[in-house]
């Protein structure tokens, strides 16, 4: 089945660093960027960056540069989001996605809270 | 940056009848392959966005025929021609012709009057 399976939950204090996973299954991982998107409650999709996991080369939206750390693991099909310094406006949740078919990741809920 | 503008941001939908979404970007989607690469995605209530429709028009595998998108260069519409129970969700426009981010649009709330 091609999906884009995400990890669970997280809740970290102000200051932290979380990092969430997205493994890939049903095509070829290298084939496609992989895109973050955050999703703060009750509010719309802000695009944070991407990586393209064939050399790992990436792109970061100007807001998350400085903080946010995207990569690919080639040997598990696996890519990560790292977002340090968290404050409770990072408490959202964050979607990995792709072009192909349009296919998102369940998302990630991150609570940020003292 | 590109803007993405969408209208209404809310609409009140009868069961069975049609609904119109609009969509302008702050400048021309066209990419210079040709390709003009505007989607469509819908977002029901406790879900992950899904992709109904991409590069303007073409819907994705499993999305039903009713819904449609149309438009060219800035100005782009998704309509539903027939609005049924499952559709109510926020409905977002996004762009990926300008690199190197994906830009959505603010959402447009459908529900059911």
């Known amino acids: 089945e091609v999906q884009l399976v995400q990890s669970g939950a997280e809740v970290k204090k102000p200051g932290a660093t979380v990092k969430i996973s997205c493994k890939v299954s049903?095509?070829?991982?290298?084939?496609?960027?992989m895109h973050w998107v955050q999703q703060a409650p009750g509010k719309g999709l802000e695009w944070m960056g991407l990586v393209d996991p064939e050399d790992g080369e990436t792109i970061y939206a100007e807001k998350f540069q400085g903080r946010v750390t995207i990569t690919a693991d080639t040997s598990t099909d696996t890519a990560y989001m790292e977002l340090s310094s968290l404050r409770s406006e990072d408490t959202a949740v964050y979607y990995c996605?792709?072009?192909?078919?349009?296919?998102w990741g369940r998302g990630t809920l991150v609570t940020v809270s003292s | 940056d590109v803007v993405m503008t969408q209208s209404p941001l809310s609409l009140p939908v009868t069961l069975g009848q049609p609904a119109s979404i609009s969509c302008r970007s702050s400048q021309s989607l066209v990419y210079s392959d040709g390709n003009t690469y505007l989607n469509w995605f819908q977002q029901r209530p406790g879900q992950s966005p899904r992709r109904l429709i991409y590069?303007?028009?073409n819907r994705d595998s499993g999305v039903p025929d009713r819904f449609s998108g149309s438009g060219s260069g800035t100005d782009f519409t998704l309509k539903i021609s027939r609005v049924e129970a499952e559709d109510v969700g926020v409905y977002y426009c996004?762009?990926?012709?300008?690199?190197?981010?994906?830009?959505f649009g603010q959402g447009t709330k459908v529900e059911i009057k």
């Open positions: 996004m762009q990926g012709t300008h690199w190197p981010l994906w830009t």
């Open positions: 049903g095509y070829t991982f290298t084939d496609y960027y």
């Open positions: 590069k303007v028009s």
């Open positions: 996605a792709t072009d192909h078919l349009g296919l």
